[in-house]
């Protein structure tokens, strides 16, 4: 769904004695044999089984994992939103949740209550947010996303351009004060990487979708950036709002990112300009400049005017951005990436 946050991907742990059905397949004896003496020269435990359907991919082990300062045998799961097929772009919450459930179930390599499910505890959590822009004005976003990027001098941290976006920091190796963040061309990827899912499930793929992603590692990690969530069971997490997610998402935002400075480029003086016009046009620009949109660099410099003032000098500062500042090649632009910037969240 277009601007609403939800679940994408995630690892998810159910203790082994709460699952009533192990498959075979995730406790086979695999041998090595001889080929000239049929002699067993090695013997291992293969506990897993990956699947891939039409696009989907996914993959059951069993193996111990701390749980509340316990370890515990337990059936892992990875689990994706391409598992709700056609509402796939809906991504995982409450409502869809059961759909996750019954396609889990139906791989028939193990079986658990929906009780059980719920009460998993989850890790490596991929939150995503889609909206819809132009892929050309994206890229000048990113081009000044990655411009403000706070720099690292440690090995796997910082910003790395992909084919249809950018990424920072990586999976493996994120932190709560380097996190995980992902915003690529969401259309562009299902084309070309996910063609196979989309052409088995999906009927329609919105033109120039996008997609903001984040991960959160771990409990810890879930914790700092969530501050009321008790624990980071399944449950727990379909419970989470919409302003919970968004509150994380500027977090780590604000963990990549420094504020959205560039550099100025003052007005020029010509007969028709006041010395007022002048000063509040460069006014208007260094306040954009410093991070600020339009309307945010409107109300700055209104302050507490009454309302026929505020009106009057609405129209005024937006007659001055269109006739002096929109001409500006560095402001050409201004209109379409600020709104790009308001769609990424990247407000500050």
């Known amino acids: 769904m277009i601007g609403v946050y939800a679940i994408d991907s995630m690892r998810v742990r159910i203790p082994l004695r709460e699952c009533t059905y192990v498959s075979p397949k995730l406790n086979e004896l695999i041998h090595k044999v001889k080929d000239e003496t ?41 689990v994706n939103a391409k598992m709700l097929k056609k509402d796939y772009l809906k991504g995982i919450f409450k409502d869809t949740l059961p759909m996750i459930y019954d396609y889990l179930i139906s791989q028939n390599l193990a079986t658990f209550s929906m009780d059980s499910f719920l009460n ?34 440690e090995m796997n941290r910082g910003v790395k351009k992909l084919n249809n976006g950018v990424e920072f920091n990586t999976r493996q190796n994120a932190t709560n004060s380097t996190p995980y963040f992902k915003i690529y061309g969401k259309a562009n990827e299902l084309k070309t990487k996910s063609l196979d899912f989309a052409l088995n499930h999906l009927n329609d793929i919105p033109n120039d979708l996008q997609r903001a992603e984040y991960t959160i590692k771990d409990s810890k990690h879930l914790k700092s950036l969530i501050k009321s969530i008790p624990n980071n069971k399944l449950l727990t997490l379909m419970e989470c709002t919409q302003c919970d997610f968004e509150n994380a998402y500027q977090i780590i935002l604000r963990n990549i990112l420094g504020h959205r400075m560039r550099e100025t480029q003052f007005i020029e003086k010509n007969d028709k300009m006041t010395p007022t016009d002048i ?7 260094g306040l954009m400049d410093a991070g600020m949109t339009l309307d945010r660099a409107k109300v700055f410099l209104m302050g507490t005017m009454d309302r026929v003032n505020k009106s009057k000098w609405n129209d005024k500062l937006n007659s001055y951005f269109n006739a002096y500042i929109k001409p500006i090649e560095n402001y050409s632009n201004y209109d379409k990436l600020e709104d790009a910037l308001v769609k990424i969240g990247y407000n500050f």
């Not at 002699?39 to 082990?61: C, L, M, V």
């Not at 998993?120 to 403000?148: G, H, P, W």
Request: charged share 30%.
């Open 120 to 153: 998993a505890y989850c890790t490596d959590i991929d939150i995503k947010r889609d909206f819809i822009e132009d892929q050309r004005v994206m890229q000048y976003a990113i081009k000044l996303m990655v411009s403000n990027t706070i720099p690292h001098k």
């Open 279 to 285: 000063v509040l046009i460069n006014a208007l620009i």
């Open 38 to 78: 049929g002699e067993i020269i090695e013997t291992e435990t293969k506990n897993w089984e990956r699947i891939e359907d039409a696009g989907i991919k996914t993959k059951f082990s069993i193996g111990t994992e701390k749980i509340e300062n316990n370890y515990v045998q337990c059936l892992v799961m990875l």
